[in-house]
């Protein structure tokens, strides 16, 4: 996969030991708290109104978009080259009891939120690229999946948040097959022109591809989540260009 752009200009560094903390995500517009995590996270997302727990699908930040108001910061390597699922379950269902039992609340970003917006709204496989192209998405997806299914935590729902351009990919369509129809896929669309695609997101895919993996006639019929469009959050101060998306660093 090559990158279209060339000559980007760095992001600004930030501490390898902190950028996670307190980092935006913009599909759910909450800042990101690892809480001691490799990564597995916790935001309250103001799209869902609600506690979201998120997993980390691209430790090694590796995406297809060079979106001009990303803020994950390419410039600084990442610690983690690989999203290691053992851990990643493990992490889950620490979090999922510290939400369930309140202690969550204990740490200093959540201490002050109100009550209704620490309620649980679900478990997103979102992070720092796309999460379709992670290697190991099908097995990731399994393993929340088997969290969920062992019973010790209410029934939480899946959201895959995705630029939908790897919906095609085998191993995610086999892994939506898992999905219940609680669970959903928040595709983002923000942009009527390949143009103006160009512009926002700089992706090495056309708008028409983008198009297509959102329709449901792409998707596997047993997959259960509901395409939903995304617009873009609003850019927080990020850094126009440079993010050198189009990398995945060797592991």
Known sequence: MNATNTNPTPASPKSPLTWPT?????????????????FVYALVSARARGLSIGVNMNPDMFCNFDCEYCEVNRAVPSPEK????????GELQRMLAQAQSGEIRSFPPFRNTPPDLMQLRHVALSGDGEPTLCPNFLDALR?????????????????????????DVP?????????????EIWAKLEAGTQRYLQEVNRPNCT??????????????????????????????GAPRGGNRALRRTPG
């Open 22 to 38: 307190g980092f935006c995500d913009p599909a759910t517009g909450g800042l990101r708290e690892f809480l001691g995590n490799r």
């Open 82 to 89: 690989n999203l290691d699922v053992d851990v990643m379950a």
């Open 143 to 167: 393993a929340v999946i088997h969290v969920r299914a062992l019973g010790q935590f209410p029934f939480f729902k899946v959201v895959l948040i995705t630029n939908a351009t790897g919906l």
């Open 171 to 183: 191993q995610v369509q086999e892994g939506l097959k898992l999905f219940t129809p609680q669970d």
């Open 207 to 236: 708008l028409e591809k983008m198009i297509d993996g959102k329709h449901p006639a792409g998707r596997p019929a047993a997959a259960g989540g509901h395409p939903e469009s995304l617009s873009a959050a609003e850019p927080r």
